[in-house]
């Protein structure tokens, strides 16, 4: 790293600008307008965006359109997440998000790779300013530093780790295709038809509340907040370390259902794939029996059971909530001991394949974050 010469994004960008600073026109439908909370894994979820008129978005500047080999950085609130623009695309944001345009002397990938090194983001957080709401200004952006080898050596080092990152964003490929063909199949076995004796969802599963302290909490114990559950996907992949836990926390054991049971996070629905805790504003659901697993996961997660946890939540204080006593009550096709038989024989492969894909997904992503920061000081590439 002694021969790379450090230079500061404004040297290697042509354009570092941020989105509009004012309220955009909404509407029902048109051109996807996101925010950093639509960003996921360094990339944007469009499953649950508002839009904005096509005839406001043509009004937007060239510097501000996402194209091919744009990076998109977090400027505001949860600052420091990168995104990597591989292809155009007709998005609006605010200025909440900056916008890096690079030039022919830095490749697009190492200069995202660049700022999602953890080096960078110390040097982002030490120039971020605010109290309530933290900010990067674009000015301290523009500012900030990057070690810059060569481009051969850029690019191998973007080559590296974006061989990480393609088998990482196949697995997730693989997982949405695997949770589709689940909900398929339990629309087609239970969707609306009577397969068995008319049942409540108090007589298949049950509220496990078991809260845990933080000093009985060990700090390497895995922690899921809300946060870490994806949006409509039943596989919960994503968790941290307790470490940092200051409040009374829920017990889970590996194969029990969190449900996000505030609003907007009824559809926060999943499978856990270890033991650990969980936000204090999820319900952690445990099946009566072990044959009833796949069962019960593909109802809570189901859009008839989200739909009726909105219509029924209680007004508390702060946010409204689902009322699990009252979703007990909620009804169920039990199905023939035959049938649940066999729809387990067609869901467990499914979830022991998600589980599989999850743990790769996070062996991939731990050596990916490993590597990243060594290459960026010059390791051998």
């Known amino acids: 790293m ?5 230079v500061k994004l404004a040297q290697v960008c042509s354009s570092i600008s941020d989105g509009d600073h004012l309220p955009p026109p909404k509407c029902e439908s048109g051109i996807p307008f996101v925010t950093i909370s639509d960003i996921k894994n360094n990339k944007f979820n469009l499953s649950n965006t508002r839009f ?19 990076v998109l950085y977090s400027v505001v609130g949860s600052y420091g997440i990168p995104v990597y623009a591989d292809k155009d695309l007709d998005i609006a944001f605010q200025r909440h998000i900056a916008i890096l345009k690079p030039r022919s002397t830095i490749d697009s990938r190492f200069l995202y790779y660049s700022m999602l090194n ?23 952006l523009r500012n900030l530093e990057i070690p810059l080898p060569p481009l051969p050596v850029q690019r191998r080092i973007a080559d590296i780790l974006s061989a990480y990152d393609d088998l990482i964003e196949n697995n997730r490929r693989r997982i949405a295709i695997l949770e589709e063909t689940a909900r398929l199949t339990y629309r087609k076995w ?49 968790w941290e370390s307790a470490q940092k836990v200051t409040s009374t926390k ?53 859009d008839a059971f989200v739909a009726a946890a909105s219509q029924g939540m209680k007004e508390g204080s702060k946010m409204p909530r689902a009322d699990w006593k009252q979703l007990l009550n909620y009804s169920v096709s039990m199905p023939d001991d035959d049938t649940l038989a066999e729809f387990n024989r067609v869901l467990n492969p499914i979830l022991e394949q998600l589980k599989t894909l999850c743990f790769s997904i996070r062996n ?18």
Not at 2 to 6: A, D, E, I, L, R
Not at 118 to 140: E, H, M, R, W
Request: glycine share 8%.
């Open 118 to 140: 953890p080096a960078f983001y110390s040097s982002a957080d030490n120039v971020a300013i605010g109290a309530a709401q933290k900010t990067i200004t674009l000015s301290a």
């Open 52 to 70: 904005v008129p096509k005839a406001y978005f043509d009004t937007i500047d060239a510097k501000r359109r996402i194209r091919k080999g744009d």
């Open 2 to 6: 002694g021969s790379w010469m450090k």
């Open 250 to 302: 829920l017990a889970f054991e590996a194969g029990d259902i969190l449900f996000g049971k505030i609003r907007p996070y009824f559809h926060k629905v999943g499978i856990t794939f270890v033991d650990g805790v969980a936000s204090s504003d999820a319900i952690v659901i445990k099946p009566l029996r072990p044959e009833l697993h796949a069962y019960v996961l593909m109802t809570v997660s189901s």
């Open 190 to 238: 239970f969707g609306g038809i009577e397969q068995g004796r008319a049942a409540t969802l108090g007589e298949i599963c049950r509220e496990v509340r078991r809260g845990v302290s933080p000093d009985a909490i060990a700090p390497d114990t895995p922690y899921i907040g809300l946060e870490h559950m994806p949006r409509r996907s039943i596989s919960l992949c994503e």
């Open 364 to 381: 991939l992503v731990a050596a990916r974050d490993l590597l990243l920061p060594r290459l960026m000081k010059g390791g051998s590439v």
